[in-house]
């Protein structure tokens, strides 16, 4: 049973350039959030998915956009990438009607230059 | 003052010791506690999950919520140099009166601590 898969593993950017980065749910999973998590700190809540809609958002500017597709897989959009925003992108599912807790995968970082 | 607050540590302690990790928080529209554990360049990985007050074991793990107090703990009995990683602690609301989660709310993390086990 595969769990959640993100993609790439490593990325690195320039300041002012676009990226997206790429999450796949756990097997049964219909919900996706995703997370930043800066050197040294917790994971911070970016936004989340189901039903292909964004149903919460976190504190971060609309340069950060997403995308639910009907296989529940996702996409994190940033835009004019800032060095603030090297970090590492996690991404979470979990079945909505559940308590079930939402199980992460390995993440994205990111490296601005 | 931030939601969730957790010592960041670092904590080191000989193999076999007994290890206490505590998180403190504000909301007191938390239901849901968890403790991730998150190894170099990995995502993390759930080690426990308990809903409101009371304790939770699973193995050499105990998990305690004292909703009163706005306070969770982790323990680690015997501990093993494998256990070394950070261990964060995570919270979320609760959801409808029937206790299904009406959209999985996010979560809110510590900013983890650093546990590293002396063979």
């Known amino acids: 049973d595969a769990g959640v898969t993100q993609s790439p593993t490593h990325l690195i950017k320039t300041r002012g350039q676009q990226v997206t980065l790429r999450c796949s749910p756990k097997s049964g999973h219909d919900t996706v959030s995703w997370y930043q998590q800066a050197l040294g700190q917790g994971p911070q809540f970016i936004f989340q998915y189901y039903e292909e809609e964004e149903r919460q958002r976190g504190n971060f500017p609309d340069r950060f956009s997403g995308h639910q597709f009907p296989n529940y897989s996702s996409e994190l959009n940033v835009n004019a990438l800032l060095l603030g925003d090297s970090a590492l992108y996690l991404c979470a599912s979990t079945k909505r009607l559940s308590n079930q807790p939402q199980h992460f995968g390995d993440g994205t970082r990111l490296s601005i230059l | 003052q931030k939601e969730v607050e957790q010592d960041p540590g670092p904590l080191s302690v000989p193999e076999g010791a007994i290890v206490s990790l505590n998180c403190t928080y504000s909301?007191?529209?938390?239901?849901?506690f968890m403790w991730y554990r998150q190894y170099s360049r990995k995502g993390p990985e759930l080690l426990m999950y308990?809903?409101?007050?009371g304790n939770k074991e699973d193995g050499r793990f105990t998990a305690q919520v004292d909703k009163s107090s706005k306070y969770i703990s982790l323990f680690i009995r015997d501990s093993q140099p494998s256990d070394s990683a950070t261990y964060l602690c995570a919270m979320k609301g609760g959801g409808s009166p029937r206790g299904l989660i009406q959209g999985a709310q996010k979560l809110v993390f510590g900013q983890g601590t650093r546990l590293t086990i002396n063979p």
């Open positions: 308990t809903y409101s007050s």
């Open positions: 909301n007191s529209a938390f239901q849901y």
